[in-house]
């Protein structure tokens, strides 16, 4: 893709207060419910066979699959309704609270110890766990970010090598030719050969200035100064660089002015401009015109067109527009870094306006910059 088809957003990450999630707490409470009567029932024909100690570990057997399954909370609910169950059937004499003999009393204070050190050592391995998945997602999402950098570090680096040394070796040529002493150029050949040169640093210029507009982007130094501005004005100054002959213009000139900053809609025009035209087949110029929707009170909107012939692009290629250093291949004609777009579209949500792709009526791409009208 070329041209025709951008700042890092934060990672965030949201930690959670525990490291059990709410379905597991649900789990474990249906299981202290269901679970604990049920040991409980079972215990109470065992008692005659089994030491209260044995009766207590097999509680709190079921108070580390609670606790497992539903971290701290539920654990300890497990702990605390344990006891009092082993305490009010299993513990002689039955079915009161009072305890016979010392050594049961013991038992009983053990097993809500041990339960509670149990449900506290399983929240906090839950927790270590979700932490230890959080840095993973971290360090995760940094290899993508630098992995990304190095993309468009690898990219940058190809695209400057081919667009910054193919103007050079141009001017470079021509200036060897132009000093040669020993060869009689025609004044036709001498305005060709400073033609190449006026053209190859043209080139140069837009490369640079991309390259320039594209860091103010990244690196948030973009100041914005919106103001009441023409459009005819700024399309204007905009096509001093384009050939008349590539651009067709039809602004009205009773359209009400757009609050935007003029330098920045400037370099936005420039570029969708200059995109166009390299796509434009020859005897098809480009055209911009200009209209307002919504009524031209407050809250009325400019739409300014940029429309082209061209080969188009396809619907399923478009998110990629604007994404920075995309070229359709290396046959496209000129020099570009495959910049002009992003930076259009970064200029464009920078000032409130916004640029949105359609196809033209009949084969080729329009530009639509979407602009607010000044109120008076």
């Known amino acids: ?40 029932a079972a215990l109470v024909g065992a008692r005659g066979e089994l030491a209260l100690g044995s009766l207590l570990l097999l509680y709190l057997l079921v108070v580390v699959v609670i606790a497992a399954v539903g971290g701290l909370a539920p654990g300890l609910l497990a702990g605390g309704l344990s ?23 013991v038992d009983l204070l053990v097993f809500v110890v041990v339960a509670a050190i149990v449900s506290a050592t399983v929240e906090l391995a839950a927790r270590d766990r979700v932490a230890h998945r959080e840095q993973l997602a971290a360090q995760a999402a940094r ?92 399309v204007s100054r905009a096509l001093l660089a384009e050939r008349a002959a590539a651009v067709r213009t039809s602004i009205p000139d009773d359209l009400p002015l757009v609050l935007t900053d003029a330098a ?3 370099r936005v025009v420039d570029n969708l401009v200059e995109n166009a035209v390299r796509f434009s087949p020859a005897g098809a110029p480009v055209e911009i015109s200009a209209e307002v929707t919504g009524g031209g009170g407050r809250g009325g909107r400019a739409r300014l067109l940029v429309v082209d ?28 870094v495959g910049l002009g777009l992003a930076i259009a579209h970064g200029f464009a949500e920078a000032m409130g306006a916004g640029i949105t792709p359609s196809t033209t009526p009949g084969g080729g791409l329009t530009m639509t910059v979407d602009l607010p009208l000044a109120t008076s």
Do not use: C
């Open 1 to 40: 893709m070329s041209d025709r088809g951008s700042g890092r957003s934060p990672v965030r990450r949201h930690r959670a207060p525990s490291g059990v999630s709410p379905a597991r707490r649900l789990t474990a409470l249906v299981l202290v419910l269901a679970g604990l009567p049920f040991t409980t």
């Open 309 to 336: 012939h061209g080969p188009g692009v396809p619907l399923d290629r478009r998110d990629g527009m604007f994404v920075p250093f995309q070229r359709r291949d290396d046959r496209e004609r000129g020099s570009h």
């Open 143 to 234: 290899t993508r970010e630098l992995a990304a950098v190095d993309r468009v570090r690898s990219a940058l680096l190809a695209a400057v090598g081919h667009d910054l040394r193919t103007p050079l070796a141009g001017a470079k040529a021509a200036v060897s030719a132009l000093r040669q002493d020993d060869v009689e150029l025609r004044a036709d050949e001498r305005a060709d050969l400073l033609a190449t040169i006026e053209e190859s640093i043209d080139r140069l210029s837009r490369v640079i200035t991309n390259l320039l507009d594209m860091t103010r982007l990244r690196s948030d130094a973009l100041t914005v100064h919106l103001a009441p501005v023409g459009l005819d004005e700024v």
């Open 83 to 105: 006891f009092g169950l082993a305490n009010w059937f299993l513990t002689p004499p039955y079915h009161t609270l009072a305890v016979a003999r010392r050594d049961s009393v």
């Open 264 to 266: 920045l809609l400037e």
